[in-house]
């Protein structure tokens, strides 16, 4: 769920962070434009599971981040989510979509 701007944020176009629009409610910081990187791709993407989509999509996950700063869990984001500035990558990332293995 993309987060909005509210009247608690300010709206000077100086302070506005620029990945505001593409921030999900539950990542660690605002989007960032500078890295050109997924969260799934992160090392605090929470996607231990590995739950899939019907379709091999890979779900959306806990952020890792967003717990030791907020020292609780926040709401799932998207693996394809625009990364943050916190953005550390993983050695072996998800793969973004798994075909199912017919048998
Ligand atoms: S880039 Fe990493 S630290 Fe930032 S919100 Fe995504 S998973 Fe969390």
Request: aromatic fraction near 6%.
């Amino acid at each position: 769920m993309l987060i909005g701007l509210t009247p608690n944020l300010t709206h000077d176009a100086d302070n506005t962070p620029r990945g505001i629009g593409q921030t999900h409610a539950g990542m660690a910081s605002w989007a960032s434009p500078d890295v050109s990187a997924e969260c799934r791709e992160c090392v605090f993407f929470q996607h231990a599971t590995e739950r899939r989509l019907a379709d091999g999509r890979l779900g959306s996950a806990r952020c890792g981040k967003y717990r030791q700063l907020m020292r609780k869990d926040g709401p799932k984001i998207p693996p394809h989510a625009n990364a943050c500035r916190f953005f550390d990558p993983s050695p072996a990332p998800p793969a973004a979509y798994l075909p199912k293995m017919k048998v």
